[in-house]
Structure formats: C-alpha cells, structure tokens
DNA sequence: CGATGCCTTGAGTGAATTCAACGCTTGTGG
DNA sequence: CCACAAGCGTTGAATTCACTCAAGGCATCG
C-alpha cells in the first residue's frame, strides 16, 4: 500500500561507503581497510522513503537487509483490529531487517518518521560475511544482542513503570539516542514524534500519554513543539523515569 | 546471595557433547562432526543449581556463556523498589548470558524455575568461534535475533493485548515451547510457575493475574494444578490470544 | 501443630480508557 | 482569498479496568 511511495529516490547518486558520513562519529568503531572493501561491495544501493512511508512489511520475504544512513524509522506490530505496538526506533547506523534476512519472513513493519535513506545490502554476500570477516559476523551477532538489551528495557518500563516513569524514560532514551548521532544540538532540536507513537510505545491511550506528558512539561523537564518534543533538563527527566541511561562506546555498524 | 545454592553438582560427572540427549532432538538442527568436535572443547563444564536459586546476577562481569541443558530457568530485571519484570524464560537447548559476553556486563539476572543443569563455555574461545566455525557464528547471531523476536513478540501482549488476552498469549507460549522440547506430553503435565511468576511477566499485579486466569479456568482452556498449570485446549487458548503461535525448525543450539 | 508459601476472594480505591468536543494549524480546492 | 477538511494536541466527564488492602483457605514442612 505505502510501499508505492518508496524508491523514486534510488538509483540515483549513492554515497560510497568509504566516504560514508556515518563513520568518523565518536558513536561508531572505525573500518579496517579490509572491512571497509567487503563492506563497499556487499552494499548494493540505497532506498529512500518519505515521511509516513512505509520501508518493510510484516509478513514479507526480504532479500535484504538496510542500514539507517541518514533520518529516523520505527519498528511495529499490529494486531488484527489495528491496535498498535511500536518496539524501537531506527537511528542512524542502525541495523534494519536482520530477523527478516535470517528467518525467512519479517515479523514487524518498519515506517518512516522523517525522509529515510536506507544502504541495501545483498542477503547472498552474507554468508562471504561470515565466512571471510569473523569481525563483521562478531558485529552483527552484537547488534543483535544490543537490541536485545533495549527490548529488555523497554519491557521493564511497559511492564513495571508507572505512566510517568515510562514516559519520561522513553523520552530520554529517544533523546539519549539522537544525541549519539547529532541529531539534536543542545537538546534544541524537535524530535518529529506524534504523541500517537509515543503512546503506541509506551502501552497507553492517547489521552492518557497525552495528560502524563503534561505533567512533565509542568516540571519544566520537556517541552512539546513543532510536531515534536524538545528536553529541557535531561537529567531531571532521567531521575524521574529511575533509568540508568545508555552505556555505549564503539557501537558498531554495519 | 543466592548464588552459594550453585555449584554443588559442577565437576562431577559432565555430559559428553557427543552424548548430549538435545543432540536427535527434531526441533533442533543437528552438528556436524566438525562442528562437534569444536564444540566439545568449548564447553568447559556444568553448573547445576536447584529451584529459586540464581544463576546469573545483573551488573555482572561473567567469562562465561551458558546453554541450558536441563530444567527451566528465567530471565528478569529488578527496578530498585523491588518490582520485578520476568522477560523471558529459559528451555533446554536456549543460550544464556550472550549479552553479558558480548558487552561486558550482564543487564539482566537468571533464576532457577526447577532444579537446572547449564554447560559452561569459555568466553576466550568465542574469537575461535568465529574465525573458523562460521556455521556456529551464523547460529549465534540466529539465536540472538530470535531471541528479538520473541521479546517484540511479548512487548506487543505487554503493550497492546488486554489481561485476558496477553495472560492467554503468555500460557500458550510456554506451553508450546515446553512441548517443543517434550517437556508435557500430551498436555498433561504441570509446568512449574507460581502465579507471581505469570505476573511479574504479563506486568499485572498477582491478584489481576489470579482473577484472570480464573476467566481462563472457567472456559476450561487451562487448569491450575500441583504448583503450576496445564493446558486443556490448545487451540481454545491461542485463539484467545489472538496470537499465530511458534513456528520454529531447525532451531540452532549453541 | 504452628510456621510458611501460595492460591483465592471481596471490597474499596486509584489509574487509565473511552467518549466527546474544541482549538489550532496546514493544506486544498472553489 | 476564503471555505473547508484533515491532522494533531488538549481538556473534561463518565466508565472500566486494574491495583491495593485485607483476610481466609489449604497445602507442605519442620
């Protein structure tokens, strides 16, 4: 359905991956020179998809697996009557799709929350990847077990926080996150979230988000603009959700 | 704390890889001799540990990954006032301790849910793994993004299944992974959970929990029975839920 | 036979949901 | 340029759901 929006974008100029804007950034362990040639060639192009567009489908045989090179998706369920469960978000260098390429078939969609770029990669070269570069399969198998570890947070917070605990938790990891990769300055920059995702994250109704929010705002921790929402004392808002934040150093990519 | 209950039983007399009794078992894919061979020099002994005991504590720097290879066990996180979240629970053939392994310390904390039998594997062998077993590399990462699709799985009863719905999700998945491994033959055995335990997973409080499972009991979809239930229609219980059940082949082990 | 652990039940309270409406902004077509 | 619709945030009121509190029952175990 919103597939059709995808793609016009492809196909055009790709960023090589040696020149990849991504690498360099504090958040990310460096290439060897080797990985980086491996890399380069098992990159097969790029997929661009506006706002609101959706990147993979649930139920769908993918033949490849994405990366996030630039803006921000989100990983969902839905159940039959179209109640909705958002797992994670996808930042930059973000691994996308690995289940689908692994299992056979994906059991999440994926959408758009700003204009996406995605580096495609071929399923075939994966198995050269293990074969040949036991340092990539390592990154992969750890990516793998960090998203583990989010989902297991994420669990904790839907599962035994309070309404104001988990939402003032999943907006300091949202903007623990965008910070990593520079996404907001100062904290001065919207995250573009609805208070639909937020609530669709969280586990709770719209209204309800919408009300618990507020009383964040009141404590002056966020503030809610532009589409989007801004955090004004990080610390506060991570006193109060009683999360340790993230702890990462050379998070790999990739 | 808990932790001088382990170790009694560990280097008496260790089963022999080649000899392990999950090896022949059809939901899991078999070894090579290769394979085989490597594995049996990577497992560096047992730990066995009885009922309520914990195996692994959160916060911890452990050289070692795990496989289950008898008894059951679970996997949970502690907020600081107590209130705990299960995430997961633990059959024969599962991995535990990946996370720990990977990126130094453990994030969450495993307990003994029966009297349970783990082989220990020296984390110093896990680059050897890699470099020359990549049939194995490829089933960790299998494993690790499996286990991610479980945990989106639960995020999703957690987050958006009403109590009825999420606690019927919840009796239909471990009774299917418990059948998996021949753990109730036809049905018709216990398995051994408190009500507290079903609570602290579905994030209900334990008198919801027992009220609920009540509604279940009176539709006679489940019996509870001898410290823990059984379920009397299979298909009854998943339809409530609402959820498609596993669909697992060839699952990977170690 | 008095603990203790676990399940069960009822009553009262609090939290979160649904329902309903309104305001603001943006975009679109007449 | 205005009218109108659509999307999103906000608010209040009523209802339902889930939680806490409190107590009792029934086993098992020392």
Redesign the interface.
Known sequence: MTGSKAGPASGKRHTPCDKCPLRGMKAFRDFSARELEFVSQFKVGELSVERGATVLVEGTHSPHIYTVLSGLGF?Y?L??DG???I?NYAFPGDLVG??GV??GEL??SVEALTPITLCVFERSKL?RL??RH??L??D???I??????V??????S????SAVERTAYLLSYIHQRARAVGLVNAGRKAIPLTQQHLA????LSLVHTNKTIRKLADRNLVRWQDGGYEVLEADGLLKVS?WEGLKEAGRPFV
Chains 1, 2 share one sequence.
């Open positions: 990983r369920k159940l039959s109640r909705r469960q797992m690995l289940q692994l299992m059991d999440h198995d293990f074969t036991a340092s399969a390592y992969l198998t750890w793998a077990a960090h998203e583990e570890r989902l297991d947070e994420h669990l904790l839907i599962g035994r926080r669709d994250t969280l586990g009683g």
